[in-house]
């Protein structure tokens, strides 16, 4: 069935450091791809999407690329900050006929100053 | 703020009670979809609505069952509940539920089944 897999947390890292963090899918035709972030205490928010192949999203300094070869939608970032530290959760929707979003089971980000 | 409104925040309850959990949708959204976190499972599909119809369904239980109104808010209903119930519950919405939309998200209600 349609599923997303993403790397296990928690990943710490030091201010400034480089982010990857890896997300790959299985799906039955086109998926539209997401990152949604979910900072402590609170509901999970659209952090950046792309709907086709090649797409690349963005936001906040955060980048990921649609590969349809690799069925992957890594997401990273540059430079991390503190305020970076959150749940960064990978996630598809199919437009099929048991149309659902689903979610990967999220990756821990901690950054330390 | 996500213009998603759940309540209650949080919820002590005893193995064998029924609670209902309450969801407002962002306003002008037709679509709010159910979600239960936990720690050993993530993010789990519970239930899809759009516009008063259910729409998709996931790992919804037979002891949860869920609706959604006329003024297109919606109650998640969990009876005869087990300690493994205890969890995270979110309510999302979108626009038309449509493939590729953006949810927004409530803050969720906590559950906890002693």
């Known amino acids: 069935g349609d599923s997303v897999t993403q790397m296990e947390g928690p990943v710490t890292l030091s201010e400034e450091a480089f982010l990857t963090i890896n997300c790959t899918y299985t799906?039955?035709?086109?998926?539209?791809l997401f990152w949604y972030v979910q900072y402590p205490g609170e509901g999970l928010q659209l952090l950046l999407k792309?709907?086709?192949?090649?797409d690349k999203g963005s936001n906040k300094g955060f980048e990921a690329t649609y590969r349809k070869e690799t069925t992957s939608f890594h997401l990273e970032k540059g430079s991390v900050q503190v305020s970076d530290s959150a749940v960064y959760f990978c996630?598809?929707?199919?437009?099929?006929?048991?149309?659902?979003?689903?979610f990967g089971t999220g990756t821990r980000l901690k950054v330390l100053a | 703020d996500s213009g998603v409104t759940q309540t209650p925040k949080h919820l002590i309850t005893a193995t064998g009670q029924r609670v209902t959990l309450r969801c407002s949708p962002r306003?002008?959204?037709?679509?709010v979809y159910w979600y239960q976190q936990s720690l050993d499972q993530g993010l789990q599909f519970l239930i899809q609505?759009?516009?008063?119809?259910?729409?998709a369904k996931g790992n919804i239980l037979e002891r949860f069952s869920a609706q959604q109104f006329p003024d297109l808010h919606s109650e998640l209903n969990l009876s005869s509940l087990e300690l493994g119930d205890s969890a995270l519950y979110f309510c999302?919405?979108?626009?038309?539920?449509?493939?590729?939309?953006?949810?927004?998200f409530g803050s969720g209600t906590q559950l906890s089944v002693l």
């Open positions: 799906a039955t035709g086109y998926p539209s």
């Open positions: 792309a709907t086709k192949a090649d």
């Open positions: 999302a919405s979108s626009v038309d539920g449509q493939a590729g939309e953006k949810l927004f």
């Open positions: 609505y759009y516009n008063g119809e259910e729409r």
């Open positions: 306003s002008g959204d037709l679509s």
């Open positions: 996630a598809l929707s199919i437009p099929s006929g048991t149309y659902k979003y689903i």
